[in-house]
């Protein structure tokens, strides 16, 4: 606001300072002649900065500086202009055109600024296009305008009606066109050329009265003035490049030549622009130099990387092997035609599996676990089943590798024939160790049989010498004091002891014999049992019994002989074989009574646990070394030295007593000691019937 009032202010000063005097003079002698300025872009106007600028200012300006003059401008509208050099209130007016009228008060220069004619601005939508069209319409003109004039005249020779509106200046006229505020506008050629494209607005291409205008002076007065303009106009018009044309370039086109008016830091700045581009091309030539050489190279790379990949692919589609590429969640991903024949699926078909799918149920968490494997250690190798597509199960070797969080290789291989080899081989061999081990036990078996045979036939042979020993002994003696008899007749006592001792000796061989025979029949396996109820307290009374008759037979009177029946047994029923009971306790009893001399000898039956009864015969005879208790039960064998001689017997009591034990599923086992005595335990089975 302020800068606008002090521009008016500044304005009305001039006019007042003009009034007084028409021409000033500088200071130091330069004359200044006051120009009228008006809206006539791009030749002349003020801008926004309120300074007066155009292509006639800056053809003023190189003329100021050649020549002793400076040029002042007073800014208004053409009209005002007009009226102001009329009234000597401005020395010289540009774009003049000639008109006789004005030719009155106006001297012209010679040489025209510009050649220009009217031309009539639409808006891009509007539908005029030629002079006809402007029936009817309302047109905008520049007051006082020399072509708006003509315009007028000329649609009212065609006998087109139209409205026009008259504007203060040209841009006024385009405002009013653009806000279609009026349908066309008319403005001169130098105006609309440079003004239509930041209007928006166009040319109709109706175009009329091209005429010249020129510098135009008071009449009468600055003839000077016009002859200097004459002189560098003149000039300028048969140069190209003279200052007008190119301040015309310039103001008009925004494009500039060569150009003495353009200001030095422009050139400097336009230098290093230029500069900067050539720079900048170096820089691109260079760059596209290395993109082509890294393109060319890249190329080269990638042709090579298409070759590898193609020699990749052909091997894993060659591949034996089913190669196999999956996913985190074990999704096949990628497949070889050898995984789809392994499998029976098509490449296609495995493609919407997972690993899961093929897995047989009953080992899936087993067979899941090698993947599991996998992903935590990277490496995986197993054997293991998988369920072809026609649902047979086979078995296949597969090689994993993690090749990344998301990426799972496996390497596979159909090992079915090689594993039904191995499982028949397995069950071959198990077979051949199956039937090793039979020939083994039957081996073993057979060397036992053999063993026994072997020592069954040692044994009869060592029975048979035994046997015939021991018979033969008793019969030399019967044999020999049978022979001695006759001799004797006439001794009675002789005759007594021989016959005594034949007789002894005949007993003993009755024993031998018995024996022998009790011995085979056991062992022969001949010996039947005779199961009955026994009462035990029955049974240890017989025994008693026959004992007491024994010992009064064998006349050991200082031994005394006693049974202890436990009064638990007192009334138990055993069921048994008495025959052979009573047997065995005969033979051990007797052997008490063989083998003790002074002391006691007890007979006595308890309850072992509910299912024995427990035996004792108990002695304090001559006992038993401890190495011979196990012995003491075979054959023929005696424990004592010349036991015979001493004590007689046949060694065959014990071992008739254990063999009818065995048969009754008793056992037998004793307590010695030597000189103190010996116990023989046995146990009998208290079955019912
Ligand atoms: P024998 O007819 O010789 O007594 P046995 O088979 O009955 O044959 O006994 C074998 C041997 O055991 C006897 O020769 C004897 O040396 C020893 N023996 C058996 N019973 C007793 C016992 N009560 N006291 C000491 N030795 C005994």
């Not at 030749?43 to 006639?56: E, M, P, S």
Request: hydrophobic share 40%; with cysteine; aromatic share 12%.
């Amino acid at each position: 606001m302020m800068k606008n009032a002090l521009k008016y202010i500044l304005i009305l000063f001039f006019a007042l300072s003009i009034n007084i005097t028409c021409l000033k003079l500088m200071a130091n002698g330069t004359k200044i002649f006051r120009v009228g300025a008006f809206n006539y872009y791009p030749a002349i106007f003020q801008d926004n900065d309120g300074i007066v600028k155009g292509f006639y200012v800056d053809a003023l300006k190189e003329i100021e500086k050649n020549e002793d003059i400076r040029f002042e401008y007073i800014y208004g509208s053409w009209s005002e202009g007009i009226d102001r050099i009329k009234s000597g209130n401005i020395d010289v007016m540009p774009s003049v055109a000639y008109t006789p009228e004005r030719a009155l008060f106006l001297d012209y220069c010679k040489t025209p600024l510009l050649t220009v004619w009217g031309e009539l601005y639409v808006t891009f939508e509007s539908e005029i296009d030629n002079i006809k069209e402007v029936q009817g319409k309302t047109v905008a003109i520049m007051k006082g305008d020399f072509n708006a004039q003509y315009f007028i005249d000329l649609v009212k020779k065609f006998g087109i009606e139209c409205n026009f509106v008259e504007m203060s200046g040209f841009d006024e006229v385009f405002t009013a066109v653009k806000e279609k505020k009026v349908d066309a506008g008319i403005v001169n050629s130098t105006f609309g050329v440079a003004k239509q494209k930041e209007f928006r607005i166009r040319s109709t291409g109706v175009v009329f009265n091209p005429f010249d205008i020129f510098f135009a002076v008071k009449k009468g007065e600055n003839k000077e003035l016009a002859e200097i303009l004459d002189k560098y106009l003149n000039k300028w018009r048969h140069q190209e490049f003279s200052v007008y044309n190119q301040a015309r370039q310039k103001w008009s086109h925004g494009t500039v030549g060569k150009i003495e008016i353009f200001p030095q830091w422009l050139s400097y700045f336009l230098a290093a622009i230029g500069f900067l581009i050539l720079a900048a091309f170096v820089f691109i030539v260079l760059l596209r130099k290395q993109v082509f050489r890294a393109t060319k190279d890249l190329l080269k790379q990638k042709e090579i990387l298409r070759e590898s990949e193609a020699k990749f692919k052909s091997y894993v589609n060659t591949a034996p092997d089913g190669i196999f590429v999956v996913n985190e969640t074990g999704k096949y991903i990628e497949v070889n035609p050898a995984a789809s024949i392994i499998t029976g699926y098509a490449e296609t078909e495995l493609l919407a599996l997972s690993v899961r799918d093929l897995q047989p149920p009953e080992t899936m968490e087993q067979d899941m676990q090698y993947f599991i494997a996998l992903k935590e250690q990277g490496r995986m190798s197993a054997e293991f089943e998988f369920v072809h597509k026609n649902n047979s199960k086979r078995w296949w070797s597969v090689e994993g590798i993690k090749l990344s969080e998301f990426r799972y290789l496996g390497f596979a291989k159909d090992i079915t024939e090689r594993k039904q080899a191995e499982f028949l081989l397995k069950e071959q061999n198990a077979q051949i160790a199956s039937q090793n081990e039979r020939y083994k036990q039957l081996n073993s078996e057979l060397q036992k049989s053999k063993e026994k045979a072997e020592e069954s036939d040692r044994l009869k042979t060592a029975f048979l010498q035994n046997m015939s020993h021991e018979i033969r002994t008793p019969l030399n003696a019967i044999m020999g004091f049978a022979e001695l008899l006759p001799r004797c007749y006439d001794n009675k006592e002789k005759l007594e002891k021989f016959s005594r001792i034949i007789n002894e000796r005949g007993t003993d061989l009755i024993e031998i014999i018995n024996g022998i025979l009790d011995i085979s029949k056991i062992e022969s396996g001949q010996l039947t049992l005779n199961l009955e109820e026994i009462r035990i307290e029955k049974l240890l009374h017989e025994i008693d019994t026959f004992f007491g008759e024994f010992q009064k037979k064998i006349r050991k009177h200082n031994l005394a002989f006693n049974i202890v029946l436990d009064s638990k047994v007192a009334n138990t029923i055993a069921y048994s074989d008495p025959v052979k009971l009573k047997q065995i306790l005969i033979n051990l009893i007797g052997n008490a009574f063989k083998y003790t001399q002074t002391g006691n000898i007890e007979v006595g039956c308890s309850l072992k646990n509910e299912n024995d009864l427990l035996f004792y015969v108990k002695d304090t005879g001559i006992g038993i070394p401890a190495n011979r208790h196990t012995e003491i039960f075979e054959r023929f064998i005696q424990a004592h030295q010349n036991s015979n001689q001493l004590y007689g017997g046949n060694g065959l009591g014990l071992s008739i007593v254990k063999g009818l034990l065995d048969l009754l599923e008793g056992k037998i086992w004793l307590e010695s000691e030597v000189g103190k005595g010996s116990t023989f335990f046995f146990t009998l089975p208290l079955k019912t019937k």
